[in-house]
């Protein structure tokens, strides 16, 4: 099975979930047989730039993908992943190893919506957007960084 993340960074399952579907830098194409990880690929979005609707759902049905998990997703994407059979799940973060855990635990589930707000990713212009984006990025890799640290102080115990 072939499940893809969104990704702040190219760090392949060390990488931070992104936010936003279409709009992440990066996807983590972890290719998994039962629960053993049998590859994990890095690769730049190819459509950062822009894209019309259904383009990176059809991106990933031609990459294999089973599927797809994020931060979050618009409904039209969550429509065409469904029209392929391709799993959506939002609502994640942290680390893609940690939710690829927790995924392969049936412990992170499908969701039927996301919430999705267009115009926060229309002004990529504005500086301020950017700086908050930025700041945002930051925080979900310290959140991550926390989660990691709880789970091996549980581990000790």
């Known amino acids: 099975m072939k499940i893809c993340f969104t990704a702040d960074e190219a760090n392949g399952i060390e990488s931070t979930v992104s936010y936003h579907f279409g709009h992440c830098p990066y996807y983590v194409i972890v290719d998994v047989d039962g629960n053993v990880v049998k590859s994990v690929e890095s690769i730049p ?3 950062t730039e822009g894209h019309s609707p ?3 759902p059809s991106y990933m049905k031609e ?8 931060g979050g997703m618009g409904e039209r994407a969550q429509e065409f992943f469904k029209s392929y059979n391709i799993e959506a799940i939002t609502g994640t973060y942290g680390k893609v190893k ?3 855990e927790e995924y392969l635990h049936g412990e992170v589930k499908y969701t039927e919506k996301a919430e999705h707000h267009e115009h926060q990713y229309e ?3 504005n500086k301020d957007l950017r700086m908050l984006k930025e ?3 930051d925080l979900r890799r310290q959140i991550a960084d926390l989660k990691n640290l709880i789970k091996e102080m549980k581990e000790k115990k």
């Open 135 to 137: 700041e945002v990025a």
């Open 98 to 100: 940690d939710v690829l």
């Open 123 to 125: 002004e990529e212009e």
């Open 54 to 56: 259904g383009d990176l």
């Open 63 to 70: 990459k294999g993908i089973d599927t797809i998990i994020t």
């Open 45 to 47: 979005n190819p459509m």
